[in-house]
Nanobody, 125 residues
């Protein structure tokens, strides 16, 4: 069974940092772009960041640009999202995803090939 499994969510104070992980299982995502979306209560799912396969070209959503870094360890087939200077409005369920589309297209996309189950990040004020 192909899975993306997120971890690392939790409760953090405003201004703090958190690192989310996404581990692939059941197959390798060789050649795939991988990335993150988030969905806050009562809001639409929002693009956060994506990273292309190989060269590691990255693309970030406007609401998080400058505060988050996406990275990828190919040997482990694992994706990371480093969240810094967190704000209460960053509170959301964060979803990992994989798709063949390049990272520059992800902010327009709502349907991607593979999704994780999500991990909750709560930022207290």
């Amino acid at each position: 069974q192909v899975q993306l499994v997120e971890s690392g969510g939790g409760l953090v104070q405003a201004g703090g940092s958190l690192t989310l992980s996404c581990a692939a299982s059941g197959r390798t995502f060789s050649g795939y772009t991988m990335g993150w979306f988030r969905q806050a209560p009562g809001k639409e799912r929002e693009f956060v960041a994506a990273i292309n396969w190989g060269g590691g070209s990255t693309y970030y959503g406007d609401s998080v640009k400058g505060r988050v870094t996406i990275s990828r360890v190919y040997a482990k087939d694992t994706l990371y999202l480093h969240l810094n200077s967190l704000k209460p409005e960053d509170t959301a369920v964060y979803y990992c995803a994989a798709d063949l589309a390049p990272s520059t297209n992800w902010h327009r996309m709502r349907s991607l090939e593979v999704w994780g189950q999500g991990t909750l990040v709560t930022v207290s004020s």
